[in-house]
């Protein structure tokens, strides 16, 4: 039997009601299955952490994470604890640390779970969002200079790599090409911005030449949010870079009914480490504690978590089973229903153990 060691990282705010709620899950799907068993070890890391012990982590956090085969990450963030801290203390050390340079987020519109756009359902909208996870507008790189005064400067420069355009552009088109309709959509502002956009564009269409079955186009970040609202069928898988998928991906979740049903894959593709699989909300401490966090995002995330460890089937069984769910109406808040995050969790369980 297939054995998988995963690292859970609840966190903070609704971090651990969503990811019990995927474990309970994953259980009920090992369990049915028979034939993987998950080894689960959860780290307290995260706010809570930072009061006692002045970081996010400890010192040898990700070098402890690399025995495992996946991470699976909460949320953090907390009302008390500054942003640059929560964020850079934990999250992105990891995402770094394992060079998790392709940022998967699948997008669409489960069945019934409304869009807010008139007319559009279940099929209409169906995209995978490919976000550059390592370089571009989220580098780090600029400073300030004469600080404070009139003649303040800010800079904020995006570093583009060859290699980094690179590899992302062909994880892109490979996923393109394993997608039914076989068809990539390259996202840049080439038009504005003549440097590292205009080399974007020219890797893309080197790296299409070494998939010649897949369609692609190019858009403006700027009209492709237009084309998202007004003709979402005609997209199928979307790469670019770090900020504009950052964006893109928010448009995306809210086209689709909910922040709260949208997951995210943080991948090394070359598997020299482990990959991390979380909900895109963060900790929403409005909510945290309540009993109505929407564990779908978390599910969501979970099958993806699955397909990366080499468990098709039983990540499909996984969607499945939310699917037949939110069909069902048994609906958080967030999404207008009534149910609790515990009701959304034992139907899904159930809905697995029950599935011929
Ligand atoms: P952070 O600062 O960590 O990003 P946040 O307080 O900004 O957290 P988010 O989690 O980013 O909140 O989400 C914004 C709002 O969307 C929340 O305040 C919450 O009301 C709602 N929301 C987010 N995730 C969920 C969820 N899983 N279930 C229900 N509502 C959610
Ligand atoms: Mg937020």
Redesign the pocket.
């Known amino acids: 039997m297939k054995h998988y060691r995963i690292a859970a990282i609840p966190a ?3 971090g651990p009601e ?1 990811i019990a709620a995927g474990l309970q899950a994953l259980e009920a799907l090992a369990r049915r299955d028979g034939g993987f068993r998950l080894e689960v070890e959860s780290f307290d890391w995260g706010s809570d952490y930072y009061r006692k012990h002045g970081a996010m982590m400890p010192e040898d956090g990700t070098e402890r994470l690399k025995a495992f085969d996946a991470i699976f990450f909460g ?4 009302p008390d604890v500054p ?1 640059h801290i ?1 964020l850079w203390g934990l999250r992105l050390p990891i995402c770094q640390g394992f060079d998790q340079y392709a940022n998967v987020r699948p997008t669409k519109i489960l069945p019934g779970i409304r869009s807010p756009l008139a007319g559009v359902g279940p099929g209409d909208l169906d995209w995978v969002i490919v976000r550059e996870n390592s370089e571009g507008e989220y580098a780090g790189c600029g400073g300030r200079a004469h600080r404070g005064l009139p003649e303040e400067v800010g800079t904020e420069v995006a570093i583009f790599t060859r290699v980094g355009v690179t590899r992302i552009m062909r994880y892109a088109f490979r996923l393109a090409q394993a997608r039914p309709r076989k068809l990539l959509t390259v996202v840049t502002k080439s038009n504005a911005q003549r440097h590292g956009m205009v080399m974007w564009d020219e890797i893309a269409a080197e790296v299409a030449r070494e998939f010649p079955d897949v369609t692609w186009d190019k858009m403006l970040v700027d009209a492709m949010t237009v084309r998202m609202t007004l003709k979402p069928k005609s997209l199928d898988t979307i790469v670019a870079t770090n900020l504009h998928a950052d964006i893109l991906s928010d448009l995306a979740g809210a086209l689709a009914g ?4 949208a997951p995210t894959a943080n991948i090394d593709p070359e598997r020299r480490f482990p990959s991390m699989f979380e ?9 945290t504690g309540k009993g ?7 599910f969501w995330t979970a099958s993806q978590m699955l397909e990366h460890l080499g468990e098709p089937a039983a990540a499909a069984r996984l969607m499945a089973a939310v699917e037949q769910v939110t069909a069902q109406g048994i609906l ?4 207008g229903g009534t149910a609790t995050t515990r009701e959304v969790t034992d139907a899904v369980c159930e809905a697995i153990r029950s599935a011929n």
């Open positions: 903070d705010g609704i969503v949320a953090v963030g907390a942003d929560t909910s922040l709260g049903v909900p895109i909300h963060g900790s929403a401490f409005d909510i109505i966090a929407n564990p779908i995002a978390t958080t808040p967030d999404i």
